[in-house]
């Protein structure tokens, strides 16, 4: 049907909650992957158009034509969080009259004039979101458009450049789309407790592991091997997260001694937000009780501490 899952187009550049370049590495086979992906973060503008948010356009695609949205990626917006955009950098939305099961669009006409569809085409999965999500409809006309968990998305027609969110909340009914569909809706700070950093990564020498990353409270940090960089997707879920806590967002600024590169957020099916280190994916772990401790390395043959280039320390 058009839609590619898994294959990388043209590279451009990703700004997500910290940093986005190209990620590197290459200590397994999964970290000779590069994401893809990049937009300039949006940036929040007033809503407009009239109640039905059918009102005239004077943006992008003015004219309603329906263009594939290539390269996904996701940005993040300041008050929206996660935002799912195309190549371009344009947001893409949802419509609360559509339907996910059955996908159907309920966006014709004048409407649709307003409310560009994205043609199926040639999309791919962007880094960090789970390309089984991407699918397609057969609109009233044929033509075929592209949905996210089954919803059909939108580009909006005073949206006149990347990152703009103009199309949020118009109507009552229009949403700017998460990656995994839903409506975008910035997350409550996780709470204090058990496995939350303080907001910080730095780096740590122990006898045995030589430099390796550590969090806010000193508590090492690790990688899961059958994780994977690109696309940017964590394998431990459920009771495995229970006992390996992901690291939530660091600030960049609070990144001391770490190469500073590829500091992008992973959204989780589970809805965490989860940092990476060059694209892979970070953890603590429940087992090692105070500062300093490594009781997870080796744990299983696949969870490891991490270098300051976000590489695994194999050591035993």
């Given at each position: 049907m058009g839609i590619k899952r898994g294959t990388t187009l043209a590279a451009v550049a990703v700004v997500v909650a910290l940093t986005a370049t190209a990620c590197g590495g290459s200590d397994s086979a999964g970290d000779n992957a590069k994401p893809a992906g990049a937009v300039a973060a949006p940036s929040q503008a007033p809503s407009s158009g009239d109640a039905d948010g059918y009102g005239s356009g004077s943006g992008a695609d003015t004219a309603g034509a329906a263009k594939p949205g290539g390269q996904l990626a996701i940005a993040q917006d300041e008050k929206l969080g996660s935002v799912l955009a195309d190549s371009a950098g344009f947001t893409l939305y949802r419509f609360d009259k559509d339907t996910a099961k059955p996908s159907k669009s309920s966006c014709d006409g004048d409407c649709a004039k307003v409310w560009p569809v994205v043609a199926a085409g040639d999309a791919t999965a962007a880094a960090g979101m789970d390309?089984?999500?991407?699918?397609?409809?057969?609109?009233?006309?044929?033509?075929?458009?592209?949905?996210?968990?089954?919803?059909?998305?939108?580009?909006?027609?005073?949206?006149?450049?990347?990152?703009?969110?103009?199309?949020?909340?118009?109507?009552?009914?229009?949403?700017?789309?998460?990656?995994?569909?839903?409506?975008?809706?910035?997350?409550?700070?996780?709470?204090?407790?058990?496995?939350?950093?303080?907001?910080?990564?730095?780096?740590?020498?122990?006898?045995?592991?030589?430099?390796?990353?550590?969090?806010?409270?000193?508590?090492?940090?690790?990688?899961?091997?059958?994780?994977?960089?690109?696309?940017?997707?964590?394998?431990?879920?459920?009771?495995?997260?229970?006992?390996?806590?992901?690291?939530?967002?660091?600030?960049?600024?609070?990144?001391?001694?770490?190469?500073?590169?590829?500091?992008?957020?992973?959204?989780?099916?589970?809805?965490?937000?989860?940092?990476?280190?060059?694209?892979?994916?970070?953890?603590?772990?429940?087992?090692?009780?105070?500062?300093?401790?490594?009781?997870?390395?080796?744990?299983?043959?696949?969870?490891?501490?991490?270098?300051?280039?976000?590489?695994?320390?194999?050591?035993?």
């Open positions: 390309p089984a999500l991407l699918g397609e409809v057969v609109r009233t006309d044929g033509s075929k458009q592209l949905t996210v968990a089954g919803w059909p998305v939108y580009r909006y027609s005073k949206d006149t450049k990347a990152g703009d969110t103009n199309g949020q909340g118009v109507g009552g009914t229009w949403f700017a789309a998460a990656p995994d569909g839903k409506k975008a809706a910035k997350a409550a700070p996780a709470p204090a407790g058990a496995g939350q950093t303080t907001g910080a990564l730095t780096v740590a020498k122990d006898p045995k592991l030589g430099d390796h990353i550590v969090d806010g409270n000193g508590m090492t940090v690790y990688r899961f091997k059958p994780d994977t960089a690109w696309p940017m997707v964590s394998k431990c879920e459920g009771d495995c997260v229970a006992k390996w806590p992901v690291v939530p967002p660091v600030d960049q600024a609070n990144a001391k001694g770490i190469i500073q590169k590829n500091y992008l957020v992973l959204d989780r099916p589970d809805g965490k937000k989860q940092q990476t280190v060059n694209c892979w994916p970070v953890y603590t772990f429940t087992g090692d009780k105070k500062a300093g401790d490594i009781n997870g390395q080796g744990v299983g043959g696949t969870w490891y501490a991490v270098a300051p280039d976000g590489k695994l320390i194999t050591v035993q």
